[in-house]
């Protein structure tokens, strides 16, 4: 069965560092989302990507956060100045349509700023 | 601002039995519901959906039953089974009519089906 997969499973950063986290989507899906976690709260909406642009964004999606998709298959966010609130796992998703009726998700990366 | 509730954090049942697990949503935008099973350390997994135009859709031991009215929806599992154990995630979109197309969650409830 397809799946999302997320590399690495989990980062450990200092505090000040840029990370990237990495995603690689199911083939035939085209919308992209990244979504966290914070321990112990709900899971939260960051960012949806389609057509190789943002397509929308939450408010927690600032200046330091930014997403790619560099060579078609892999889907990346990255984080320029991490900080300590930063910390918590993150999940890649994808959808074959739009409206994340049925967006699969990925088994996320543990992000753990120091 | 939770649009999204699950009020009860954790429901503990015996296998065999039906597990009803609770949701309560407060955007009116909200057009299409869905159901989220997560075992540690793994991502969220579909369960069930289903749109504000039907008040039930069922798959096999799952239904979700929703009550636009009363802005409240549940996920029954009958019967419950050990591997049911897990943490549900009930899950919001305002796709299409309100032109937002991510996913609210909820806090999630950590279901437990004692052999």
């Known amino acids: 069965e397809p799946e999302v997969t997320q590399t690495p499973s989990h980062q450990v950063t200092q505090m000040g560092q840029e990370v990237i986290l990495r995603c690689v989507p199911i083939?035939?899906?085209?919308?992209f989302y990244w979504y966290r976690q914070i321990l112990g709260q709900k899971v939260e909406f960051l960012v949806s990507?389609?057509?190789?642009?943002?397509?929308?964004k939450s408010e927690i999606f600032d200046d330091q956060f930014s997403v790619e998709r560099p060579d078609g298959s892999n889907f990346t966010l990255k984080i320029r100045s991490t900080k300590l609130e930063d910390s918590a796992m993150y999940f890649c998703?994808?959808?074959?349509?739009?409206?994340?009726?049925?967006?699969?998700f990925g088994q996320g990366t543990r992000l753990t700023v120091v | 601002d939770q649009q999204v509730k699950q009020n009860s954090p954790s429901l503990s049942v015996q296998e065999g039995r039906i597990s009803i697990l609770n949701c309560d949503y407060t955007?009116?935008?909200?057009?299409?519901f869905l159901w989220y099973k997560k075992y540690p350390a793994e991502g969220p997994t579909f369960l069930i959906s289903i749109s504000s135009i039907k008040d039930k859709n069922e798959d096999g031991r799952f239904t979700v039953f929703l009550n636009k009215s009363a802005k409240h929806l549940s996920l029954h599992i009958v019967p419950s089974q050990p591997g049911d154990s897990a943490v549900y995630f009930c899950a919001a979109s305002a796709f299409p009519q309100g032109g937002s197309e991510k996913l609210v969650f909820g806090k999630g409830m950590k279901l437990t089906v004692n052999p």
């Open positions: 998703a994808s959808s074959e349509g739009r409206a994340v009726t049925e967006a699969f």
């Open positions: 083939s035939n899906h085209l919308y």
């Open positions: 955007n009116s935008m909200f057009d299409y």
């Open positions: 990507f389609y057509n190789n642009e943002i397509s929308e």
